[in-house]
């Protein structure tokens, strides 16, 4: 029987998300999630269980409410690099969930690069 998308989609994020957990080391995980309207990212300590910083497109003082486009997502990236220093996190894995590595989550993941963040 045929897989849908969603459970294709399902499938790829596990098996990203239990090859990343393999050689975390403790480090903390850089979770991504792209909607049709929204991106947003989260900065999380697996072995704690909590969320140490987070930004999304949806937050309106990054001044791209309601676009998700790829300068939207460089800002959530620089967004995430700087609170990510606050909460003083240098070093993480980049968790693309079941996204591919391309357009949005790549222009992310640059610009948290470019913000300090080490993947």
Do not use: P, W
Not at 43 to 51: E, M, R, Y
Not at 94 to 111: I, M, N, Q
């Amino acid at each position: 029987m045929a897989n849908s998308k969603r459970d294709l989609f399902l499938k790829r994020r596990l098996r990203v998300r239990n090859k990343l957990r393999k050689m975390a080391n403790g480090r903390a995980r850089l979770s991504i999630h792209r909607s049709n309207k929204n991106i947003s990212v989260q900065l999380i300590d697996d072995v704690k269980g909590v969320t140490l910083a987070s930004a999304s497109s949806l937050e309106k003082d990054l001044g791209v409410v309601g676009k998700n486009n790829v300068d939207a997502a460089a800002k959530v990236g620089a967004a995430i690099a700087e609170r990510a220093k606050k909460a003083g996190v240098e070093v993480c894995y980049f968790d693309r969930g079941g996204f591919l590595f391309h357009g949005k989550v790549k222009a992310l993941a640059e610009a948290a690069r470019e913000g300090g963040l080490k993947f």
